[in-house]
C-alpha cells in the first residue's frame, strides 16, 4: 500500500486507479474485526442483509425468525474490554409478537432508496408490509398469493415507486408504493420467481430468475419479456464490434434485377406452355415477418424454453456499471452475463455447493471486481480472468451465511 500511495504522490497513478488498488488490497486481507461486533437480535438464520443507500450507516438485517432489525454500523452502543471492543446493538426490532409483525420467516428486508425512514420486508406468510423507521408501524400492505421470496426496489428510480415481488406464483407483481395497489403483472416464467434484481443503469428494466431455470429481462413499460438468457448462447473475450451495414452496388447486374433495384422471381412455363404467375416470395416474407413481430414477446417462440440455469436461479445481481450480471443457481453453477448482449462470458468459476431451497444475497464490489457469495461450510477465495481481459474478477465465498452485503466504507 505504501507503494501505491509514493506512487500517488508523485502523479505516476491516476486518482481512480490508486483507489481500485487500494480497496483491492483490503478486500483481500479481510478477516472478522476484533474491535467491532453486532449484537444478533435474531434467534434464526439471517436471510436478508442491506446498509441504507443514503449514508451508508443503518444496516437493516431480516431472519427466518420472524424478526428485523435496524442497526447502527457506525456508532456503538457499548464498549468492552477497556474500550477495545465495540458493541452495536440493534436500535430498533420487530417480532412475531408485534401487533402488525410477520408471522412466518422474513426472506427479504430493504431500505426505501432515497430515505432511511421507510423499509420493506416481504415474508413467507404472503406479505410485503411498508413500515414507517421511526414509528415501526405498518403504513402499507400488500397481500401476495403465495410465499414471498424476494423483493426489491430500484436504487436510481425518479419516475416510480414501485416493489418488485417474486413469490411462488409465476407472475412478478409490481406493488405501487404511490397508490397501496399492484401497478401490473409480468408472466413469462412457468415456476415461482426466486429472484429479482432492478438495473442500475435503466429505472424500467427488471431481471428476474425463477424456479423454471428461466433468467428474463422485462421493460416494465411494456408487456411480455424482451429477452431470455441462454446458457448455450455465449460469446468469449471482447465484445464484438458494431456491425456496419454493407452498401451495395446500385449498377449490380443481378439475373432479373431491373431498374427499380427489386429482384424478380423467374416465371415457370407450365404443361401447356403458359407462363405461371410467379410466387410473391417478398409478400410472403413480409407476412410472415409481421406475425412474427405481433407475436408476444419471449412467449411463443423457442426462445421462451432456453434456461440460463438447470435448476433454480436463487441469486441475481448487476454490477455497479450495468455491464455484467451474475447469475446462481441450485445447480452449483456461477455465471456470468454481458448485459448488453445476453450473452454468457464463459467466466469459469469453480463449482461450488450454493443453497438450493431459498434465495441468496450476491453481493458485488464497487469497481466489479469482487464478488461475494454465501455458501453451505467452507471458505474459499479465488481469482478468474473477467470480461473483459484486461481486468480481474476475484471469487470470495462466506459460508454459513444465507446474505452477505459488502460495503466498502465498513472495511
Not at 132 to 138: E, I, K, L, P, S
Not at 332 to 337: F, N
Not at 340 to 355: D, I, M, Y
Request: proline letters at 4%; glycine letters at 8%; aromatic letters at 8%.
Amino acid at each position: 500500500m505504501w507503494k501505491e500511495t509514493r506512487e500517488r504522490e508523485l502523479g505516476n497513478l491516476r486518482p481512480n486507479l490508486f483507489s481500485s488498488r487500494i480497496s483491492r488490497s483490503r478486500v483481500s486481507s479481510i478477516q472478522l474485526s476484533n474491535c467491532k461486533e453486532i449484537v444478533s437480535s435474531h434467534r434464526g438464520s439471517v436471510n436478508s442483509l442491506q446498509v441504507d443507500l443514503i449514508e451508508s450507516r443503518y444496516l437493516l438485517a431480516g431472519a427466518s425468525d420472524a424478526t428485523v432489525a435496524v442497526y447502527d454500523i457506525q456508532r456503538a452502543t457499548d464498549f468492552e474490554g477497556r474500550g477495545l471492543i465495540a458493541k452495536h446493538k440493534s436500535l430498533l426490532t420487530i417480532n412475531k409478537h408485534h401487533e402488525h409483525g410477520h408471522k412466518y420467516a422474513i426472506s427479504s428486508a430493504i431500505w426505501y432508496p432515497i430515505d432511511t425512514g421507510m423499509f420493506v420486508t416481504g415474508s413467507y406468510d404472503h406479505h410485503i408490509n411498508v413500515w414507517d423507521t421511526n414509528t415501526a408501524q405498518v403504513v402499507m400492505n400488500f397481500k401476495m398469493p403465495g410465499k414471498v421470496y424476494r423483493n426489491a426496489m430500484s436504487p436510481i428510480a425518479r419516475s416510480h415507486m414501485l416493489i418488485a415481488a417474486g413469490t411462488e406464483d409465476v407472475q412478478v407483481r409490481l406493488c405501487d408504493m404511490g397508490t397501496g395497489a399492484f401497478a401490473h403483472t409480468l408472466s413469462g416464467h412457468r415456476d415461482g420467481v426466486m429472484s429479482l434484481e432492478w438495473s442500475t443503469s435503466s429505472e424500467w428494466v427488471l431481471v428476474t430468475g425463477g424456479c423454471d431455470g428461466a433468467i428474463r429481462f422485462w421493460d416494465i413499460r411494456k408487456a411480455g419479456c424482451f429477452r431470455v438468457l441462454d446458457q448455450s448462447h455465449s460469446q468469449f473475450g471482447r465484445r464484438p464490434p458494431l456491425l456496419v451495414r454493407p452498401t451495395t452496388n446500385k449498377k449490380s447486374s443481378l439475373t432479373g434485377q431491373g431498374s427499380s433495384g427489386k429482384v424478380r422471381a423467374p416465371q415457370r412455363k407450365s404443361a401447356n406452355g403458359n407462363t405461371s404467375k410467379p410466387h410473391p416470395v417478398g409478400r410472403a416474407s413480409s407476412q410472415m415477418k409481421t406475425a412474427k413481430q405481433r407475436s408476444h414477446p419471449g412467449m411463443l417462440s423457442s426462445h421462451d424454453r432456453a434456461t440460463g440455469h438447470y435448476g433454480v436461479v436463487t441469486g441475481l445481481k448487476v454490477t455497479e456499471d450495468g455491464m455484467y450480471l451474475l447469475s446462481a443457481g441450485s445447480d452449483s453453477r456461477l455465471r456470468l452475463w454481458d448485459m448488453e448482449s445476453g450473452c454468457n462470458t464463459l467466466v469459469n468459476f469453480e463449482t461450488t455447493r450454493l443453497q438450493n431451497s431459498k434465495a441468496i444475497q450476491i453481493a458485488v464490489s464497487q469497481d466489479s471486481t469482487l464478488a461475494f457469495v454465501p455458501c453451505m461450510s467452507t471458505v474459499k477465495a479465488q481469482s478468474y480472468p473477467f470480461f473483459p481481459p484486461t481486468c480481474q474478477f476475484s471469487f470470495l465465498v462466506y459460508d454459513e451465511q444465507n446474505s452477505y452485503f459488502f460495503n466498502l466504507l465498513g472495511l
